[in-house]
């Protein structure tokens, strides 16, 4: 193992309590172009949830499996947790981790793919902090481990879980829908080394996932990406369909059964009970459209297993980012 003393769990940061909900939105969209209405809708959907994100306990959640996994396989390191829009700050962990002496960590985003918002934007907050603090710590990435067998089996998994907890008679024509956050298209055509690359890793695992269901059910079922959560002004160009969209043409073309499998997530977020289990569950009901939705990645063991071993291999000679990969954001 590289010389890491500590992993650091780098994510998004959410509310836990009604009146953190607009300092939240705030800290999320300072110096973005995002429309005042759209920032209205999205503080209802976390007032629908008594103004707390699920993501933090999310993340809670999943340092003690991560410890309990480091544990049992002998990996003696501790774990810090910062977020980019909400406490603990990732600027405020960096700190504790200098005065406790740390000199190299691991650092583990909470996005499996390339793009600005899952990989770049991370990677600037950390040089951020890194600016702000004295004497802080190296603070190497792992890469966006989409691929990785552990990440992608957890997923297969949740697919035929989800596949088998629909009516018996509809589960061989069920079609697997895999979701994931819609971004500008520019933001897509920019991410990875050679642009594309958010499309493409999500198109990949998609791919994978619904070939490897197949083999294990014995039956080919169509499969597609669709995208929730899209925000930003209606005349900039964002991935598409929607999800609701989608569903809306499904029920059209004679589809009975969907299972929504949101790839695109690494644990139930905010878009996943809220635009998948909330949003896009009630379009199905109007269509009559029995719907499924696959659990996240969360804290599969075999997900667990795929971060330790990524903090094992050590970030910096497998990382796949480049100096001008994922350069274009949003609103501007
Ligand atoms: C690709 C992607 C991920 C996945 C990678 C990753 O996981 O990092 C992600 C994660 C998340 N996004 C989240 C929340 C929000 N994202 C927003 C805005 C935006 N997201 C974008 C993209 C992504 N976002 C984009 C292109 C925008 C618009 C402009 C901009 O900011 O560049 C806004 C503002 C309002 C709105 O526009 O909807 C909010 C509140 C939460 C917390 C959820 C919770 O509480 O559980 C999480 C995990
Ligand atoms: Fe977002």
């Known amino acids: ?28 969209t300072r110096g973005r172009g995002i429309p005042r209405e759209r920032l209205e809708q999205v503080g209802e959907h976390y007032f629908l949830f008594g103004g707390r994100s699920p993501i933090n306990d999310q993340n809670r959640a999943l340092i003690a499996a991560l410890e309990a996994d480091f544990a049992e396989n002998g990996v003696d390191l501790p774990i810090y947790w910062g977020n980019r829009n909400w406490a603990p700050y990732l600027t405020d962990t960096v700190r504790q981790m200098a005065a406790d002496g740390v000199r190299r960590a691991a650092v583990v985003a909470t996005s499996a793919y390339s793009s600005w918002s899952g990989c770049r934007q991370y990677r600037e907050n950390i040089a951020d902090a890194l600016a702000e603090v004295p004497d802080a710590p190296e603070l190497e990435k792992i890469r966006p481990y989409f691929d990785h067998p552990g990440f992608v089996e957890a997923n297969v998994a949740a697919v035929l879980a989800a596949l088998d907890d629909l009516p018996a008679d509809q589960q061989p024509a069920a079609r697997l829908v895999f979701v994931t956050h819609s971004i500008p298209d520019s933001m897509n055509d920019e991410s990875g080394p050679d642009g594309g690359a958010y499309l493409a890793q999500h198109q990949w695992v998609a791919t994978e996932v619904a070939r490897r269901v197949a083999a294990e059910t014995g039956v080919e079922r169509e499969h597609e990406l669709v995208f929730c959560s899209r925000s ?33 997530f690494v644990s139930d977020h905010m878009e996943v009970v809220y635009d998948l289990d909330t949003e896009a569950a009630a379009t199905a009901a109007e269509l009559g459209l029995e ?20 903090v094992v291999d050590g970030a910096v000679p497998r990382d796949t980012c480049t100096a001008g990969c994922c350069l274009a954001r949003a609103g501007r």
């Open 232 to 264: 930003g002004s209606p005349r900039t160009p964002w991935l598409e369909p929607d999800v609701n969209d989608r569903l809306r043409e499904l029920a059209d073309e004679g589809v009975s059964a969907v299972v929504l499998a949101p790839i695109g």
């Open 1 to 28: 193992m590289p010389n890491y003393d500590a992993v650091l769990l780098l994510s998004f940061g959410g509310p836990e309590q009604p009146e953190d909900v607009v300092p939240f939105l705030e800290n999320v």
């Open 291 to 310: 719907v499924r939705r696959a659990a996240t990645a969360g804290t599969d063991p075999r997900f667990v297993a795929a971060l330790r071993e990524l």
